[in-house]
């Protein structure tokens, strides 16, 4: 079953600052990961998505890698901002045979705040 | 280009009852899934529709179901609900994740359905 879990839970920083936020699962088998951030009581914005092949992709202030033998990966935010106040959420979809069938299976999040 | 609509927004109920929830995918998306948000599980996988053929089901009992239609449209019902159903109800639409093209397994979220049950 696959588990994947984020560090830190929560996080605060002053502005500016860049940071790194942490994601590892237990099955390796993925087919792709995605990173996204929550407003509270909103729906989920999709920040990057990585295909298993791949190790990077970058947007704007955003880099996010996938070591996939390792399990792990990290989205790096550049120059933070208060608007970039929010929890991200990271999440694997399941290699079903070579397809990407599986489903999607999400951490607990991480909390970011952001002061000026 | 319209996102993800689910309607309602907000929906009060109380146990036993009856529920169904409405996902309107992006157009010219053909996959949708859907998860529920509490917050002590976090995001769990309700299940996924493709071309009106459910293809993937999480761990929920089986009061909780779903289907899609022609257009992509998407319901969910619970039945019998109970207390712990209460929950942020959030529908993701994507393009055709079986393509294997990045592009087409991004999955967009719209803003959930709150439902809250007395």
């Known amino acids: 079953k696959q588990e994947v879990t984020q560090i830190p839970a929560a996080l605060s920083v002053p502005e500016g600052e860049n940071l790194v936020l942490n994601c590892s699962f237990t099955?390796?088998?993925?087919?792709?990961l995605q990173w996204f951030r929550q407003d509270p009581g909103k729906g989920l914005t999709s920040l990057l998505l990585?295909?298993?092949?791949?190790r990077e992709q970058t947007s704007g202030r955003l880099n996010a890698s996938l070591d996939k033998s390792s399990g792990r990966s990290t989205l790096y935010i550049a120059a933070s901002q208060p608007g970039d106040s929010a929890t991200y959420l990271c999440?694997?979809?399941?290699?079903?045979?070579?397809?990407?069938?599986?489903?999607?299976?999400f951490g607990q999040g991480t909390i970011l705040t952001v002061h000026p | 280009k319209a996102g993800v609509t689910q309607t309602p927004r907000y929906l009060i109920k109380t146990r036993g009852q009856q529920v169904t929830l409405s996902c309107s995918p992006i157009?010219?998306?053909?996959?949708v899934s859907w998860y529920q948000q509490t917050p002590g599980q976090g995001l769990q996988f309700l299940f996924e529709?493709?071309?009106?053929?459910?293809?993937n089901k999480g761990n929920f009992p089986g009061r909780f179901s779903g289907r899609q239609f022609s257009n992509s449209r998407s319901e969910m019902n619970v039945s019998t609900l109970e207390l712990g159903d209460s929950a942020l109800y959030l529908c993701?639409?994507?393009?055709?994740?079986?393509?294997?093209?990045?592009?087409?397994?991004?999955?967009?979220f719209g803003p959930g359905t709150r439902l809250t049950v007395l």
């Open positions: 993701a639409s994507s393009i055709n994740p079986g393509q294997g093209f990045s592009s087409y397994n991004e999955q967009f």
């Open positions: 099955d390796s088998a993925i087919y792709n």
């Open positions: 990585i295909q298993s092949s791949q």
């Open positions: 999440a694997v979809r399941a290699n079903a045979g070579g397809t990407s069938y599986g489903k999607l299976t």
């Open positions: 157009s010219g998306h053909r996959s």
């Open positions: 529709y493709f071309s009106e053929t459910q293809r």
